[in-house]
């Protein structure tokens, strides 16, 4: 079946630890995005990318980083710059141009500070 | 900028009607979507609309209208497992690079026996 993959489910981070969560689509799909999402809150944006070797920040782009090597895989680095990392981060894919088309979500990684 | 803005929570009891507003401010606009995203879960695709009017999708049925810049989603014959968060979520091209999304705060839905 088609989908996408979030690895691991769980992660801790040591102070001034970088710490990179896996993404993997096998949708075919050319957009890829990242979100961070904080209990009781929506989805904001942390990077997209609309085709390999290509990526825009979003709207809360600073501590973290992305890479788009290959069109299945879109890796989020979150980097000891980022000092509030504890959250619920989600991968999306969607098909590029078409509107109607949904994002599909990946099960998420929940990201703490030890 | 940029922003959603949807009910926090509404509560109603099963079988009944409940409508979950958003209303938007977004730099261009392509498109609302409704999400559905259970405890813990990742969000699952609803509804969307690209044009005025309503869209049905067994007993969920979504609306817009742009002149007013405000969508709702219905949902009806309400079950205990459609107790979840909804999200809203405006479609935008930002510099007319590609294509990204916003989503609205959530509206958190307790359906009651």
């Known amino acids: 079946d088609g989908g996408i993959t979030q690895s691991p489910k769980y992660l801790f981070r040591k102070e001034g630890q970088n710490v990179t969560l896996s993404c993997e689509q096998n949708l075919n799909h050319d957009a890829m995005y990242w979100y961070r999402q904080d209990p009781g809150q929506g989805l904001r944006l942390i990077y997209y990318s609309q085709i390999v070797n290509d990526f825009q920040k979003g709207d809360i782009a600073e501590g973290y980083s992305v890479s788009r090597e290959k069109k299945e895989s879109f890796p989020l680095t979150v980097t000891s710059a980022q000092k509030n990392p504890t959250a619920f981060y989600l991968c999306a894919s969607s098909i590029q141009g078409s509107g109607n088309q949904p994002q599909h979500f990946g099960d998420g990684t929940r990201l703490s500070i030890l | 900028g940029q922003s959603l803005e949807q009910p926090s929570e509404v509560t109603a009891v099963e079988g009944a009607i409940v409508q979950i507003n958003c209303t938007y401010q977004t730099s261009g606009f392509y498109g609302l979507s409704w999400y559905q995203q259970h405890d813990g879960g990742a969000p699952t695709f609803l509804s969307y609309?690209?044009?005025?009017g309503l869209e049905e999708t067994g007993r969920f049925s979504s609306f817009l209208s742009r002149s007013d810049s405000y969508g709702y989603l219905l949902l009806q014959e309400l079950q205990m497992k459609d107790s979840a968060s909804y999200f809203c979520a405006v479609r935008v091209r930002p510099d007319n690079y590609g294509q990204n999304f916003v989503f609205g705060p959530g509206t958190r839905l307790s359906v009651l026996p």
């Open positions: 609309n690209g044009l005025d």
